[in-house]
C-alpha cells in the first residue's frame, strides 16, 4: 500500500535551515507530482510546495518563495524540502502528500519549530 516516511523535522533557531524528507513506497513515484503542505496550531492546513513528476516544474506558496526549494530523487523514490531563512511564522506541521485516482495520501507529518 502507499507509504510516506517523513524525517528531518526540528527545532531551529530564526534564520536556520532544515531540509525535510519523504520516503515514498507503495507507487509508481515516479509518475505522480509530489506536494509539500503544512498546518500550524489552529490553523488550516496549507499549501507550501509542488513539483512535477518529473521534478521539472515546481510551485511555492507565496510565503516560501525565494526561502524554500522543493526537489525530488526518483530514484531514491524520495522527495525533499529544503527550507532556509526560517521564521517563527513557519512553525507547523509538515505533510507530504500524492494525489492518485481521486483520492489524497498523506504522511504522518514532520513537526518544525522554529524559535529562539
Known amino acids: 500500500q502507499v507509504q510516506f516516511v517523513e524525517s528531518g523535522g526540528g527545532l531551529v533557531q530564526p534564520g536556520g535551515s532544515l531540509r525535510l524528507s519523504c520516503a515514498a513506497s507503495?507507487?509508481?513515484?515516479?509518475?505522480?507530482?509530489m506536494t509539500w503542505y503544512r498546518q500550524a496550531p489552529g490553523k488550516e492546513r496549507e499549501l507550501v510546495a509542488a513539483i512535477s513528476s518529473d521534478g521539472g516544474s515546481t510551485n511555492y506558496a507565496d510565503s516560501v518563495k525565494g526561502r524554500f526549494t522543493i526537489s525530488r530523487d526518483n530514484a531514491k523514490n524520495t522527495v525533499y524540502l529544503q527550507m532556509n531563512s526560517l521564521k517563527p511564522e513557519d512553525t507547523a506541521v509538515y505533510y507530504c502528500?500524492?494525489?492518485?485516482?481521486?483520492?489524497?495520501?498523506w504522511g504522518q507529518g514532520t513537526q518544525v519549530t522554529v524559535s529562539s
Open positions: 502528500k500524492m494525489h492518485r485516482w481521486g483520492r489524497d495520501y
Open positions: 507503495g507507487f509508481s513515484f515516479s509518475s505522480y507530482a
